[in-house]
């Protein structure tokens, strides 16, 4: 068992806490089997009706995953990587199916692989501390743990959006997107806490009732900009259409993209597309599976890992460098399902 999540029973709740403060709570493996052996355990046992998913102190919800050792895993042959990446798949498709309530507070940074743990919770709960973003195409990597799922499912092109530019949402924004259910100051966390898990039947009244008329959300200002300018499927037309467009906030988000990986950034718009149509989240999952176990060997995951967490020169040298050097055949071959023998699979 690991100390990096805390697993306690409190009342009629369970909750897991993660404890890594140091690494912003950022996922590893012995975590995600951790939290998928408790939710197991928890879900069958009648005196346990919800689980609430938390951090320990520090300033991050959960930062992701454990990006330096995908990366190393990823130079070598990749099956570590690709060990972690199925775990934590697993761990978001038992969340996202869990037949309990699960409460999520995202009192602080939530990327990446905290994403992927909070959006499948019926209630998620942003305070004036959460700073939310699936900020992939920076490193290379893509927008994972379900976020071809959540993001074609957000109000017009905004999920594209979030996915190509990386934006970080602050808690009034994931509530007015519809990221958060509930927006309480923090102060007030720990007496929601106290309370759900003494009457979990009363999850909702509680949340209600503590919850504070959020602040304005930035983002709904630009929301018809984004529809506009973000209309396309097709990278290429995205950045013709910001050029065109020649505003201020147009030329801030064209300057965001072009220091983006433009290989994650059309696997980002196909995985959206296509994830947008899906109906059922574990073939979500599998695809996702099928992207992650090969761009986790690419170059730009390599290099994007070297520039922003191991060398922090913030310079990486993508290759493709230029969006129109992607392929199609380029994405098909990340996109190509696995042989059966490697594909993903849910729990049982």
Not at 23 to 43: G, S, T
Not at 318 to 344: G, N, Y
């Amino acid at each position: 068992m690991t100390n990096d999540v805390l697993i306690s029973v409190d009342s009629r709740s369970g909750r897991l806490s993660l404890n890594r403060p140091k690494a912003i709570h950022a996922l590893n493996l012995a975590m995600c089997q951790a939290m998928i052996d408790a939710l197991l355990k928890w879900r069958d046992d009648d005196a346990i009706e919800a689980v609430i998913i938390d951090h320990s102190e520090g300033r991050g919800f959960c930062a992701g995953g454990d990006i330096r050792m995908l990366a190393e895993s990823g130079a070598k042959d990749g099956k570590e990587a690709r060990a972690f990446f199925h775990t934590e798949y697993r761990l978001n498709h038992l969340l996202f199916t869990y037949p309990k309530p699960i409460i999520a507070f995202m009192d602080g940074i939530t990327m990446g692989g905290g994403v992927g743990i909070s959006q499948p919770a019926k209630y998620r709960v942003a305070t004036e501390h959460t700073r939310f973003a699936m900020p992939e195409t920076g490193i290379g990597l893509f927008p994972d743990v379900g976020g071809g799922w959540y993001l074609p499912r957000l109000e017009g092109r905004v999920g594209v959006f979030l996915a190509l530019t990386g934006a970080r949402l602050d808690g009034a924004e994931c509530l007015a997107l519809g990221l958060a259910t509930h927006y309480l100051p923090s102060e007030k966390l720990d007496e929601a806490k106290a309370r759900i898990a003494a009457h979990p039947d009363r999850i909702g009244g509680i949340l209600g009732e503590l919850s504070v008329t959020a602040p304005p959300a930035a983002v709904t200002q630009h929301i018809d900009k984004i529809n506009r300018l973000f209309a396309s499927d097709t990278y290429e037309e995205i950045l013709a259409a910001l050029e065109a467009d020649g505003g201020e906030w147009a030329v801030k988000e064209l300057a965001a993209l072009h220091s983006k990986s433009p290989q994650t950034c059309k696997v980002a718009l196909r995985q959206l597309k296509e994830g947008g149509e899906m109906h059922d989240f574990a073939e979500q999952m599998r695809q996702e599976y099928a992207i992650g176990s090969r761009v986790v060997q690419m170059h730009d995951f390599l290099e994007g890992v070297r520039a922003l967490i191991v060398d922090k020169d913030n310079s990486p040298k993508w290759d493709p460098a230029k969006p129109e050097a992607v392929t199609e055949d380029w994405i098909d071959a990340i996109f190509a399902p696995l042989p059966d023998d490697e594909k993903w699979t849910p729990l049982t």
